[in-house]
C-alpha cells in the first residue's frame, strides 16, 4: 500500500471547498486521517455523516493536534484570527495553508502567528460553484483547474514541492507566483466578473418597471448564465472584496474606461468600434476556450 502524502490533514471549514478537499483527499488517498472543524454543529454533523473526514471537532485546536498539513477553508477575513488560536497547537515541520482568492491580506494577517519550524504556504484553488456547505463538495471540483501558490520568500522548498504535489494529485495544475501579482490576476479574472454579477441583477431589481416576478419569468440564458455566480457566498465576497480593494479599484478603473467607450459607441451610432470591440473580445474568449482544452 502507497504510503499517504500526509499522516494527518486539517480542515478548518467544511464548506464546498473544504468538503472537496476531503472528497479529493480520499479519492487520492493522500492522508492517512482527515479531521475536521466547523463552528456550526449541524455542519459538523453532516460533513461526518457524509464521511470526507474521520472526525469533527468544535474546537479548531483540537482538529490541527499532531496534523502535518492544516488548510484554512474559511473567508479570508477571518484567517488571522483562527491561526493566532490554533498557533499553539501546530506541531514543528508542519504545513499552514489557506483557500482563500486574496493573498496579499492573508499573508499580512496570518504570518505573524506561524511559530517557527511550521510552514506558511498560501494557496488558491480557482475553482467553485454557486453553491455552499458540506453537501456542496465533490472530489472533481479541482480536476484541470488552477491552484496558484504565493509562498513568502524563504519558504523551505522541500514543503513547496510537497504542496505542488497535494494539488497536482487532488486534480489541480499549479502555479507559484508572488502575492501580489496573484491579487491582481485574481481581481480582473474572478472577483471584478463577481462584482458586476451582483451589481447587474442588483440593477434589474432595482428597475421600477420591471418587478422580480418578471426578472425571473423572463430571464434568457444569457442572464441566467452571466448572473449565476451572484448566489455565491455572501461572506466570503465581502471579505474578498475588503482585502483586495486595491487590486479590484485598478481594474475596475479599465473597466470603467472600457464601458465608457461602449456607451459613447452606442450613443454615437458608431457600429465600425462597435463591431471591432465584439471582434476583438470574442477572439479572446475563443482563446481562453481553447486554453481549457489544451
Known amino acids: 500500500m502507497t504510503k499517504p502524502l500526509f499522516e494527518k490533514v486539517a480542515l478548518i471549514g467544511l464548506g464546498l471547498i473544504g468538503s472537496s478537499l476531503g472528497h479529493a483527499m480520499k479519492r487520492a488517498g493522500l492522508a492517512r486521517h482527515i479531521s475536521g472543524h466547523a463552528r456550526s454543529k449541524e455542519t459538523r454533523q453532516q460533513a461526518l455523516a457524509i464521511g470526507f473526514i474521520d472526525t469533527v471537532h468544535e474546537d479548531p485546536r483540537q482538529a490541527v493536534a499532531g496534523a502535518d498539513l492544516i488548510i484554512l477553508c474559511v473567508p479570508v477575513g477571518i484567517c ?95 502555479e507559484t507566483m508572488s502575492a501580489q501579482h496573484h491579487d491582481l490576476v485574481a481581481a480582473i479574472v474572478s472577483h471584478l466578473p463577481h462584482l458586476i454579477a451582483f451589481n447587474i441583477v442588483g440593477t434589474a431589481d432595482d428597475l421600477e418597471d420591471i418587478t422580480e416576478r418578471e426578472v425571473i419569468k423572463y430571464a434568457a440564458g444569457g442572464f441566467r448564465d452571466f448572473t449565476r455566480i451572484a448566489a455565491s457566498d455572501p461572506t466570503m465576497w465581502r471579505d474578498v472584496f475588503l482585502n483586495n480593494r486595491e487590486a479590484v479599484l485598478t481594474m475596475l478603473e479599465h473597466f470603467n474606461k472600457d464601458l465608457a467607450q461602449l456607451t459613447t459607441a452606442i450613443r454615437d451610432g458608431d457600429g465600425d468600434e462597435l463591431f471591432a470591440h465584439f471582434t476583438r473580445t470574442r477572439h479572446i474568449r475563443k482563446g481562453i476556450l481553447d486554453e481549457e482544452k489544451s
Not at 499580512?108 to 494557496?123: L, S
Open 80 to 174: 488571522g484570527a483562527l491561526s493566532e488560536t490554533i498557533a499553539g497547537d501546530l506541531q514543528k515541520g508542519a504545513i499552514v495553508s489557506d483557500v482563500g482568492s486574496v493573498k496579499s491580506a492573508v499573508i499580512k494577517a496570518c504570518a505573524p502567528h506561524i511559530p517557527p519550524g511550521v510552514h506558511f504556504i498560501p494557496a488558491h484553488p480557482m475553482a467553485g460553484t454557486e453553491f455552499s456547505g458540506p453537501q456542496a463538495g465533490f472530489a472533481e471540483l479541482f480536476n484541470q483547474k488552477w491552484c496558484m501558490l504565493t509562498p513568502p520568500e524563504d519558504t523551505d522548498e522541500t514543503a513547496i514541492a510537497k504542496m505542488v504535489e497535494f494539488w497536482t494529485k487532488c486534480g489541480a495544475k499549479v
